[in-house]
């Protein structure tokens, strides 16, 4: 009996703790005229799964000056946002959390804050969530190219980029891998550079590589480019 008690007790605590999960908008003390990113955007993470890293804006006023007390709000299809509403900081900042949907691909983040005047400022941040298959990519990309398209060593990972001519591209770069057919990454990955009378120095990967796996890496690119990835001859409308 005394259990039953306690997990009446446990489930009306859990209740409170949803009806506080939504509470009142805050009342801003101050309004901005910008808002712009601090850090946070261009990130990636699992379908579902928080992003790595929280979402810093920062609201300045008409002088430049960063306003503490202005109210940002945060809109995102799909993306959940703790809080999703909040007032900045001394230095004129928020710090929110972000956990994205379940469809892969990019998430687009607003945040908004109002100004005194009436109307808003507003700006847009862009997320990118992996699924299964650009997730097997991204492992495969840790495990065997990273080591030449990233430019940024790690006390684990010396990287080779600065060592080969022509250098390879990081895969976000969209302005130049996005104009690479799916044809021929497949191909270059499957054969190597000399199989698109590109540089030896790209290894041929069809050995190494299921063909699943190759074409898991080509999702992987597609969906992290930067800018995106348009597949030829198809828009989405989002
Ligand atoms: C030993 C270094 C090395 C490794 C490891 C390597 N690459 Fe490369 N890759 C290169 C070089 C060098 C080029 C540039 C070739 C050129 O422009 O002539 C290149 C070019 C490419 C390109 C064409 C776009 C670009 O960056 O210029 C793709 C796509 C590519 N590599 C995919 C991969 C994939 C996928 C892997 C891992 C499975 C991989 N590479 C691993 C060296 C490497």
Redesign the pocket.
Known sequence: MKRLGLLIFAAALLLAGCRHSSPQTPKPAAYGTQITEVSGGKQLAQVGSPLPQPLVLQVNGADGNPVTGALVTFHGDGVQFTPAQALTDSSGQVTVEAQLGYNPGDYQVTAETPKSGGGAASMSLREIALGYEQTVGRM??D???????DPESTPERVS?LDN????????T?GA??NR?SDAD?TN??AHG?PA????P???A?GA??KPAE?KA??SY?RTIADPPYQTPGVKYGK
Do not use: E, V, W
């Open positions: 495969l990309n495990k065997y190219c990273i080591r030449c398209h080779n080969l001519s022509p250098a390879p591209h990081q895969f770069d130049t891998l690479i990454l270059m990955i550079g698109l009378n590109k540089s120095q790209m290894p990967y190494t590589l190759i890496m080509l690119i």
